[in-house]
């Protein structure tokens, strides 16, 4: 078998069966329903979702899935992010996962991608060696987590009385406007198509993503937007080869007028009540190793690292 035998070509429904097989033989269990979205997305929203197959004599023979990025985290670029790979055993050390990985550079390369990322846990070295061969390196972010069940009791008073003071409610499109606001205010940059297409996200399709609002309750001192703060995660069913339901909090801000008033705490502790009742197991964020802040607020609401490493690899 050599690399000119393989054939590379999009992942389609009719494959479904044969990738979920395939995965188990990592994962452990059968991930049908994340696969199954996955490839109903790609059909969807064709640049979006990379899905590819290698396929020798018929049989397929390893899978690549990515998505596609662009101001989730802070950022200004758009990105590809790695979430499924997978060569079967049989195929393994003869080139498979190298075909698969150079066809999609180029597919990110012609969406305009300019970094393909991944997060991989440390105790897969068989996987991190690939990414090492592959280009791949250590990110300069911080992988932070809490299980929605990890909040100690008196953590989990304190916060509630925070967020007992401010009022709170899941986010309406009027919204819009307020939240570029913040996030301009913020960060000095205008992120307004991000903020269109996740704000649409939110409200149309259900399951991808839960966001909430802090309500203003004093119109003459909350002069910047009509709210004071919001958070944004997204449902995330398998991804990086999770067998559990995890939550990806990729967008938050607070009026810095208000920043005093735990408001930030108080959406992250509503945000963790509401993704609980989803039957939702964790929450994920990634964070700029210098952000000292960010990582500093997060600590004080329980995030922990995670037995996770942030990978990047740079696309020219």
């Known amino acids: 078998m050599t690399e000119n035998n393989v054939k590379v070509r999009a992942l389609s429904p009719d494959d479904l ?3 979920v097989a395939l995965d188990q033989q990592f994962s452990g269990a ?15 929203n064709p640049n979006t979702f990379i899905s590819l197959s290698a396929e020798f004599e018929g049989n397929i023979a390893g899978f690549v899935s990515c998505q596609m990025l662009e101001g989730e985290f802070g950022g200004t670029a758009p990105i ?5 790979i997978g060569v079967d055993r049989e195929y393994q050390r003869r ?3 190298n075909t698969l990985f150079t066809r999609l550079i180029d597919e990110v390369r012609q ?6 990322q991944s997060v991989v846990k440390w105790d897969q070295p068989d996987l991190l060696r690939f990414f090492s061969d592959a280009g791949f390196e250590l990110a ?15 953590e989990a008073e304190e916060i509630d009385l925070s967020r ?11 919204d819009l406007n307020s939240i570029i606001r913040i996030d301009r205010h913020i960060t000095d940059s205008d992120r307004t198509a991000y903020y269109q297409r996740t704000v649409s996200q939110a409200l149309n399709e259900s399951g991808i993503r839960v966001s909430l609002v802090a309500e203003k309750d004093d119109p003459v001192k909350d ?24 939550a990806v909090i990729d967008t938050i801000g607070v009026d810095p007028s208000a920043r005093d008033n735990n408001i930030g705490q108080a959406l992250v502790s509503q945000l963790v009540t509401n993704l609980k009742a989803l039957h939702v197991e964790s929450i994920r964020t990634e964070v700029p190793w210098d952000n000292f802040n960010l990582n500093g607020f997060l600590q004080q609401c329980g995030f922990r690292p995670a037995q996770r490493l942030a990978l990047t690899c740079p696309i020219h």
Do not use: H, W, Y
């Open 111 to 116: 969406l305009g991608g300019s970094e393909l």
């Open 164 to 174: 007992d003071r401010i009022p709170m409610r899941s986010l309406t499109e009027q």
């Open 80 to 84: 590809a992010v790695l979430d499924a």
């Open 140 to 154: 300069n972010r911080n992988v932070l987590e809490l299980a929605t069940d990890a909040m100690t009791e008196s």
């Open 95 to 97: 080139g498979v996962g």
């Open 17 to 19: 069966e044969a990738v």
């Open 223 to 246: 002069k910047l937007a009509d709210i004071r703060g919001f958070i944004m995660a997204r449902v995330d069913n398998g991804g990086f080869g999770l067998t559990c339901s995890e």
């Open 30 to 44: 059968p991930r049908q329903d994340f696969f199954s979205k996955r490839l109903k997305a790609q059909q969807q």
